[in-house]
Nanobody
Framework: QVQLVESGGGLVQPGGSLRLSCAAS????????MGWYRQAPGKQRELVAS???????NYAGSVKGRFTISRDNAKNTVNLQMNSLKPEDTAVYYC????????????WGQGTQVTVSS
């Protein structure tokens, strides 16, 4: 059974920081591209950041320079360090595991709420 369990969300003031973590089980973690997505009320889910098996990272333009994604293949975890948070970062953040194999494997966590407000 595949499980992606996010943690670390919460309420933070503008300019503050949060660190999200996602613990994966039931998959060969090192085979997967891991990503963080977010969905704000009334908006579509969007990619925030991703990291490939080789450690290549990709960021949405709105978070580049503020957020950092990292992975620990020994612990089956992926983290998202979020600094200089803005109110527009408020959303539910989802962890994703994706493997372009046959059949394609695409798994999601349950999400964690991040609220940036004074």
């Amino acid at each position: 059974q595949v499980q992606l369990v996010e943690s670390g969300g919460g309420l933070v003031q503008p300019g503050g920081s949060l660190r999200l973590s996602c613990a994966a089980s039931g998959i060969i973690f090192s085979m997967y591209t891991m990503g963080w997505y977010r969905q704000a009320p009334g908006k579509q889910r969007e990619l925030v950041a991703s990291i490939t098996r080789a450690g290549i990272t990709n960021y949405a333009g709105s978070v580049k320079g503020r957020f950092t994604i990292s992975r620990d293949n020994a612990k089956n975890t992926v983290n998202l360090q979020m600094n200089s948070l803005k109110p527009e970062d408020t959303a539910v953040y989802y962890c994703n595991a994706y493997a372009n194999i046959v059949p394609i494997r695409d798994y999601w966590g349950q999400g964690t709420q991040v609220t940036v407000s004074s």
